[in-house]
């Protein structure tokens, strides 16, 4: 059933699958639930051209390692994986036969929250890192843009309970973002599985 429903965006030198029905609403909503009120999110501080700002989203780092994660000069120590999160992790695991050893977890309070154009392409992930992203929550619209042939972009909604996994050399060839959005939007929670050995 899992595959049945697989859409494979065809981007250029990209690898992205986007699993629309993951999760089903009954699971979806308690590990949103759940989630929401178990993680101990933080907001950091990130440093962009020599300015300090308050990151716009609240995180929370988790591993089966000691292995910290480092991206725009933020360094995150891990918690163990535990309850829900790691139910999620198996879960994925199984269906994709792929083994992750971390999750960085974003929590989107509303509209304003959001995260710019970026590529998941720090050191520690290795090379043509594989991500495995799980969606909560309001929907929100992701964006895709190539580095070098600016007219390839693309977007999609992502749904609640939904699995966008991206790997071979997405990372190298394109940028993504979820971008600030007026409308009126509750919370949505993002689990980014990684490997980080």
């Not at 360094?75 to 999160?85: G, H, R, S, V």
Request: aromatic fraction near 12%.
């Amino acid at each position: 059933m899992l595959f049945e429903s697989a859409i494979n965006l065809n981007l250029k030198g990209a690898n992205v699958i986007y699993y629309p029905n993951f999760f089903n609403t009954i699971k979806a909503n308690k590990y949103f639930e759940n989630l929401l009120n178990n993680i101990d999110w933080k907001q950091d501080t990130i440093t962009v051209y020599g300015k300090t700002y308050l990151q716009p989203r609240l995180t929370a780092f988790y591993a089966t390692n000691k292995n910290t994660y480092k991206y725009s000069n933020i360094t995150m120590q891990p918690n163990a994986f535990d309850n829900d999160l790691l139910e999620i992790k198996k879960t994925i695991e199984e269906a994709l036969k792929i083994n992750f050893t971390s999750c960085l977890a974003n929590l989107y309070r509303n509209g304003d929250d959001s995260n710019g154009w970026h590529a998941d392409n720090e050191k520690e992930l290795g090379i043509n890192p594989i991500i495995a992203s799980v969606s909560l929550g309001a929907e929100r619209i992701f964006h895709f843009k190539h580095k070098t042939d600016k007219s390839l972009k693309t977007k999609l909604i992502l749904k609640h309970g939904s699995l966008l996994l991206m790997q071979g050399e997405t990372q190298s060839n394109w940028l993504h973002q979820l971008p600030k959005t007026k409308k009126t939007i509750k919370n949505r929670i993002n689990l980014t599985f990684r490997i980080i050995a």
